[in-house]
Protein backbone atom coordinates (compact mmCIF):
# COMPACT_ATOMS: atom_id res chain seq x y z
CA UNK A 1 0.00 0.00 0.00
CA UNK A 2 1.09 3.69 -0.59
CA UNK A 3 0.28 5.29 2.63
CA UNK A 4 -0.57 9.65 2.58
CA UNK A 5 0.24 11.86 5.82
CA UNK A 6 -2.25 13.73 6.90
CA UNK A 7 -0.25 16.54 8.59
CA UNK A 8 -1.79 20.04 11.12
CA UNK A 9 1.07 22.28 11.66
CA UNK A 10 0.01 23.15 14.58
CA UNK A 11 1.94 21.89 18.18
CA UNK A 12 0.49 18.92 19.05
CA UNK A 13 -3.47 20.28 20.16
CA UNK A 14 -5.29 17.97 22.97
CA UNK A 15 -8.14 18.14 20.52
CA UNK A 16 -8.56 15.40 17.49
CA UNK A 17 -9.03 17.21 14.10
CA UNK A 18 -11.11 15.57 11.38
CA UNK A 19 -9.57 15.98 7.97
CA UNK A 20 -12.19 15.86 4.94
CA UNK A 21 -10.84 14.88 1.29
CA UNK A 22 -12.14 13.26 -1.78
CA UNK A 23 -10.89 10.85 -4.29
CA UNK A 24 -10.48 11.07 -7.89
CA UNK A 25 -8.37 9.93 -10.65
CA UNK A 26 -8.42 7.09 -12.86
CA UNK A 27 -8.58 4.42 -10.53
CA UNK A 28 -12.14 2.79 -9.21
CA UNK A 29 -12.84 2.16 -5.65
CA UNK A 30 -13.63 -1.41 -4.63
CA UNK A 31 -12.88 -2.34 -7.92
CA UNK A 32 -8.90 -0.92 -8.17
CA UNK A 33 -8.38 0.01 -5.09
CA UNK A 34 -9.87 -0.46 -1.25
CA UNK A 35 -12.61 2.36 -0.53
CA UNK A 36 -11.38 5.64 1.36
CA UNK A 37 -14.15 6.91 3.90
CA UNK A 38 -13.38 10.50 3.09
CA UNK A 39 -12.25 11.75 6.34
CA UNK A 40 -9.35 11.35 8.47
CA UNK A 41 -9.17 12.01 12.13
CA UNK A 42 -5.79 13.20 13.65
CA UNK A 43 -6.01 12.34 17.66
CA UNK A 44 -6.05 14.76 20.11
CA UNK A 45 -2.23 15.05 20.57
CA UNK A 46 -0.99 13.64 17.58
CA UNK A 47 0.73 16.04 14.63
CA UNK A 48 -0.45 13.47 11.72
CA UNK A 49 -2.25 10.56 11.17
CA UNK A 50 -1.37 8.16 7.84
CA UNK A 51 -3.79 7.18 5.68
CA UNK A 52 -3.22 3.97 3.30
CA UNK A 53 -4.15 3.48 -0.41
CA UNK A 54 -4.45 -0.37 -0.80
CA UNK A 55 -4.30 -1.83 -4.19
CA UNK A 56 -6.89 -4.74 -4.95
CA UNK A 57 -4.84 -7.71 -6.83
CA UNK A 58 -6.17 -8.80 -10.09
CA UNK A 59 -4.70 -10.57 -13.07
CA UNK A 60 -6.07 -8.36 -15.85
CA UNK A 61 -4.09 -5.67 -17.85
CA UNK A 62 -5.00 -2.20 -17.34
CA UNK A 63 -2.32 -0.15 -17.44
CA UNK A 64 -1.53 2.45 -14.77
CA UNK A 65 -4.50 4.07 -12.96
CA UNK A 66 -4.30 7.10 -10.90
CA UNK A 67 -5.86 7.46 -7.16
CA UNK A 68 -5.88 11.59 -6.20
CA UNK A 69 -6.57 12.80 -2.86
CA UNK A 70 -7.48 16.47 -2.43
CA UNK A 71 -8.11 17.71 1.12
CA UNK A 72 -11.67 19.29 1.21
CA UNK A 73 -12.69 22.20 3.69
CA UNK A 74 -14.20 21.73 7.18
CA UNK A 75 -15.64 25.00 8.44
CA UNK A 76 -13.53 26.84 10.05
CA UNK A 77 -11.29 23.40 11.67
CA UNK A 78 -8.53 24.36 9.79
CA UNK A 79 -6.88 26.44 6.66
CA UNK A 80 -6.00 24.14 3.89
CA UNK A 81 -1.91 24.11 3.04
CA UNK A 82 -0.35 24.59 -0.09
CA UNK A 83 0.03 20.96 -0.51
CA UNK A 84 -4.01 20.10 -0.65
CA UNK A 85 -3.65 17.32 -3.06
CA UNK A 86 -1.50 13.57 -3.56
CA UNK A 87 -1.50 10.97 -6.12
CA UNK A 88 -0.71 7.64 -6.34
CA UNK A 89 -0.10 5.30 -9.10
CA UNK A 90 -1.27 1.84 -9.15
CA UNK A 91 0.36 -0.53 -11.68
CA UNK A 92 -0.33 -3.86 -12.83
CA UNK A 93 1.76 -6.79 -11.65
CA UNK A 94 5.32 -7.51 -14.46
CA UNK A 95 3.61 -9.61 -16.81
CA UNK A 96 0.08 -8.15 -16.82
CA UNK A 97 2.25 -4.86 -17.46
CA UNK A 98 3.86 -6.31 -20.13
CA UNK A 99 0.89 -7.93 -21.70
CA UNK A 100 -0.60 -4.44 -21.87
CA UNK A 101 2.38 -2.80 -23.37
CA UNK A 102 2.20 -5.45 -26.13
CA UNK A 103 -0.82 -6.75 -26.68
CA UNK A 104 -3.13 -3.28 -26.15
CA UNK A 105 -3.32 -1.31 -29.32
CA UNK A 106 -4.51 -4.67 -30.97
CA UNK A 107 -7.28 -4.88 -27.91
CA UNK A 108 -5.95 -8.52 -27.26
CA UNK A 109 -4.29 -7.46 -23.35
CA UNK A 110 -6.36 -10.19 -21.95
CA UNK A 111 -7.45 -12.21 -24.77
CA UNK A 112 -5.90 -15.58 -25.06
CA UNK A 113 -3.26 -14.38 -27.37
CA UNK A 114 -1.65 -13.01 -24.46
CA UNK A 115 -1.98 -15.84 -22.32
CA UNK A 116 2.05 -16.69 -20.63
CA UNK A 117 1.46 -20.20 -22.40
CA UNK A 118 0.44 -18.62 -25.90
CA UNK A 119 2.88 -18.02 -29.15
CA UNK A 120 1.04 -15.49 -31.41
CA UNK A 121 3.78 -15.05 -33.93
CA UNK A 122 4.56 -18.72 -34.10
CA UNK A 123 8.54 -17.82 -33.06
CA UNK A 124 8.99 -21.20 -30.96
CA UNK A 125 8.86 -19.34 -28.00
CA UNK A 126 5.60 -18.83 -25.71
CA UNK A 127 4.92 -15.31 -23.82
CA UNK A 128 6.35 -16.40 -20.74
CA UNK A 129 9.53 -16.22 -22.23
CA UNK A 130 9.47 -13.52 -24.50
CA UNK A 131 8.33 -11.51 -21.08
CA UNK A 132 11.94 -13.12 -19.36
CA UNK A 133 14.35 -13.07 -22.70
CA UNK A 134 12.86 -9.26 -22.77
CA UNK A 135 11.44 -10.22 -25.99
CA UNK A 136 9.01 -8.85 -28.89
CA UNK A 137 5.84 -11.61 -28.87
CA UNK A 138 4.72 -10.00 -32.28
CA UNK A 139 7.63 -9.84 -34.22
CA UNK A 140 8.05 -13.56 -35.47
CA UNK A 141 11.87 -13.32 -34.49
CA UNK A 142 14.07 -15.05 -32.45
CA UNK A 143 16.55 -12.75 -31.89
CA UNK A 144 16.49 -12.77 -27.99
CA UNK A 145 16.34 -16.76 -27.67
CA UNK A 146 19.25 -18.13 -25.56
CA UNK A 147 22.42 -19.02 -27.38
CA UNK A 148 23.97 -22.22 -27.40
CA UNK A 149 27.70 -22.69 -27.97
CA UNK A 150 30.83 -25.49 -27.92
CA UNK A 151 34.01 -23.25 -26.19
CA UNK A 152 37.55 -24.80 -25.67
CA UNK A 153 39.77 -23.82 -23.51
CA UNK A 154 42.67 -24.62 -21.35
CA UNK A 155 42.52 -28.39 -22.77
CA UNK A 156 38.68 -28.72 -21.77
CA UNK A 157 35.32 -28.31 -23.54
CA UNK A 158 32.32 -26.44 -22.57
CA UNK A 159 29.36 -26.27 -23.79
CA UNK A 160 27.76 -22.24 -23.41
CA UNK A 161 24.76 -20.87 -22.90
CA UNK A 162 23.93 -17.09 -23.29
CA UNK A 163 20.48 -15.73 -22.64
CA UNK A 164 18.95 -12.32 -21.43
CA UNK A 165 17.12 -11.65 -18.04
CA UNK A 166 14.67 -9.08 -18.35
CA UNK A 167 14.29 -7.02 -14.73
CA UNK A 168 10.75 -6.57 -15.08
CA UNK A 169 10.67 -10.01 -15.03
CA UNK A 170 12.21 -10.65 -11.44
CA UNK A 171 10.20 -12.41 -10.06
CA UNK A 172 10.30 -15.41 -12.95
CA UNK A 173 13.90 -17.12 -12.25
CA UNK A 174 15.18 -18.59 -14.96
CA UNK A 175 17.00 -21.76 -14.90
CA UNK A 176 19.59 -24.02 -17.24
CA UNK A 177 18.95 -27.53 -17.39
CA UNK A 178 20.84 -30.35 -18.86
CA UNK A 179 20.67 -34.07 -19.94
CA UNK A 180 22.57 -36.45 -22.04
CA UNK A 181 20.09 -38.18 -23.49
CA UNK A 182 16.85 -36.05 -23.91
CA UNK A 183 15.58 -37.91 -21.80
CA UNK A 184 15.46 -36.90 -18.42
CA UNK A 185 16.50 -32.77 -17.21
CA UNK A 186 18.25 -31.89 -14.37
CA UNK A 187 19.39 -28.41 -13.07
CA UNK A 188 22.35 -26.72 -13.57
CA UNK A 189 24.28 -26.17 -10.78
CA UNK A 190 25.89 -23.41 -9.53
CA UNK A 191 24.98 -19.10 -10.46
CA UNK A 192 25.45 -17.53 -13.80
CA UNK A 193 28.23 -15.38 -14.47
CA UNK A 194 26.54 -12.16 -15.35
CA UNK A 195 28.17 -10.67 -18.36
CA UNK A 196 26.59 -7.64 -18.66
CA UNK A 197 24.15 -5.69 -16.63
CA UNK A 198 21.74 -2.57 -17.14
CA UNK A 199 21.41 -0.65 -14.04
CA UNK A 200 18.57 1.32 -15.17
CA UNK A 201 16.02 -2.00 -16.07
CA UNK A 202 17.95 -4.68 -14.34
CA UNK A 203 18.48 -6.41 -17.55
CA UNK A 204 21.20 -8.88 -17.56
CA UNK A 205 22.98 -11.29 -20.17
CA UNK A 206 23.88 -13.90 -18.53
CA UNK A 207 26.40 -16.80 -19.16
CA UNK A 208 26.37 -20.92 -18.22
CA UNK A 209 28.42 -23.30 -18.77
CA UNK A 210 29.12 -26.90 -18.59
CA UNK A 211 32.24 -28.80 -18.78
CA UNK A 212 31.57 -31.20 -21.42
CA UNK A 213 35.17 -32.84 -21.99
CA UNK A 214 34.71 -36.10 -21.21
CA UNK A 215 30.97 -36.79 -22.54
CA UNK A 216 30.38 -37.77 -25.83
CA UNK A 217 26.95 -35.62 -25.54
CA UNK A 218 24.99 -33.15 -23.63
CA UNK A 219 21.78 -31.13 -24.18
CA UNK A 220 20.79 -27.88 -22.61
CA UNK A 221 17.62 -26.04 -22.16
CA UNK A 222 15.91 -22.93 -20.16
CA UNK A 223 13.48 -23.35 -17.67
CA UNK A 224 11.68 -21.21 -15.55
CA UNK A 225 10.33 -21.26 -12.16
CA UNK A 226 8.38 -18.85 -10.16
Known amino acids: PCLLRFMRA ?54 PRTVTVTIQPNGAAYTIGTNQTASVVIRDKPFDAWRHANFASLGEENSSASDPASDPDHDGLVNRFEFVLGGDPLDGKVTEAPTVQLEEEGGRRWLVMQYWHSGAAKTLHPVVQFSESLGGWTNSPGAPETLFHEPSTGDRLLRHAEDVTELPKMFLRLSLED
Open 10 to 63: TSWPDAPLTVLFSTGGTGVADTHYQALSGQAVIAGGNRSLDVAVVPISDSTAQG
